[in-house]
């Protein structure tokens, strides 16, 4: 065993393809420059004692007790960790410390448990690859934490690349970065975290995810990867037909959508992707049934802003909007959310500007020993 190690995961954002990854759909995610850092290091006899910057008790856990259901709270994420590496553990102390905000749709929770996996990883030399630590970092918000996310959190956060887009088919697990350069085309792109309470998140998740098994039950695929719009009569009959449609439709139509942006980053018209941003927000909205007021006001404030497009990103119900839009836009964008959302006695928003950064990694000056 290493002496310690230290190592950074990055937050994301989601480009576009929203809800597609339990459909073994596309996703477009980026990291950001937001992360968490951890570090891990030999510990008292027996116990794994995690401690966060962001919380103000250290949490022990006896290596027994490290089982699923008998760790509740923040600690479960990085234990989920340990416990899902699946081998013997001395006892350890966790260091975290992040800069994503918990809980604004940015994915603090896979930077969490990604940076957890690679400083566990190098600390105790097993010798996993970034792809087994995909599924580790997984498997602990899945099986551990409870948290039934689709996977495209934790792929991104390891495998990220700065200056780009990855693309991701989350049924085979294939990634391709796809360059996603703003700076020289003057465009920037712009994040801002509504601020809004995540409202029945938890319930309504799992009911999009039910809608989505039962529509792809219904047509006799194995996901609504495999539906086409064609499909969406057969479901109409179905006794919750008119949900099933609207649900599986942005969920086809998404995947599309994905599709079609990548095709034109590839071909460097970066501005044209702005329509179909737009286009997945009101289908998020109409047909997904998953925005909230507080994130349409500011998808409508941004487009009156002169942006080419705006979407909300991440699972729903709160959480955050990007936009895509001229770098000297910027401010001005800002100003207007600002005044978009205070004009409903809704929660100030905080808007920042971001660009494809790096996947996990070790931190320099660790893994001495
Ligand atoms: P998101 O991943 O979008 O930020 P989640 O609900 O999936 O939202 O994860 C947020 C949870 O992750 C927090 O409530 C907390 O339990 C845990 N978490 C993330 N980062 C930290 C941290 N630095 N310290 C303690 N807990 C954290
Ligand atoms: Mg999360």
Redesign the pocket.
């Known amino acids: 065993m290493r002496e310690s190690a230290s190592w950074l995961a990055p937050g994301r954002v989601n480009l576009i393809g929203e809800h597609t990854d339990y459909n073994d759909g596309f996703v477009l995610p980026l990291a950001i420059e937001y992360g968490?850092r951890a570090s891990i290091s030999p510990g008292p006899d027996g116990v794994l004692r995690f401690v966060?910057a962001?919380?103000s008790d250290p949490v022990d856990i006896r290596i027994p007790a490290l089982q699923p259901e008998r760790v509740t709270g923040?600690a479960a994420?990085p234990a989920g960790v340990l416990w899902a590496l699946d081998v013997d553990l001395p006892g350890l102390t966790i260091t975290?410390?992040?800069d994503?905000p918990?809980?604004?749709?940015?994915?603090?929770?896979?930077?969490?448990t990604c940076s957890v996996a690679g400083a566990a990883n190098d600390l105790l030399e097993l010798g996993l690859s970034p792809r087994e630590l995909v599924a580790v970092a997984r498997r602990a918000e899945n099986g551990f934490v409870g948290?039934p996310t689709g996977g495209m959190d934790q792929l991104i956060s390891m495998l990220g690349k700065a200056g780009s887009v990855l693309f991701c088919d989350m049924r085979t697990l294939d990634v391709r970065p796809v360059p996603f350069t703003l700076d020289a085309d003057g465009l920037a792109l712009l994040v801002v975290d509504s601020k809004a309470p995540h409202k029945h998140a938890d319930g309504e998740y799992a009911a999009r995810r039910r809608s989505c098994e039962r529509a792809a039950h219904v047509l006799g695929v194995t996901a609504l990867r495999d539906a086409t719009l064609s499909d969406l009569d057969k479901l109409a009959t179905d006794s919750e037909g008119e949900e099933l449609v609207k649900r599986a439709r942005h969920i086809i139509t998404e995947n599309q959508r994905v599709q079609d942006v990548v095709a034109l980053l590839d071909s460097g018209r970066v501005r044209e992707i702005g329509p179909l941003l737009t286009a997945s927000h009101a289908s998020m909205r109409d047909d997904f049934e998953i925005t909230v007021p507080e994130v349409d006001v500011l998808v409508e404030a941004l487009l009156g802003a002169g942006a080419y497009g705006a979407r909300m990103t991440?699972g729903g119900f709160g959480g955050c909007v990007i936009a895509l839009l001229d770098a000297d836009a910027v401010d001005a964008a800002s100003r207007a959310v600002a005044e978009a959302a205070g004009a409903r006695g809704f929660a100030a928003p905080h808007a920042f500007v971001t660009s494809p950064a790096a996947g996990a990694h070790a931190l320099d000056g660790s893994n001495a020993g």
């Open positions: 968490c966060s962001q919380e923040w994420y975290v410390d992040s994503v918990l809980g604004a749709g940015l994915s603090s929770s896979a930077a969490l948290a991440g």
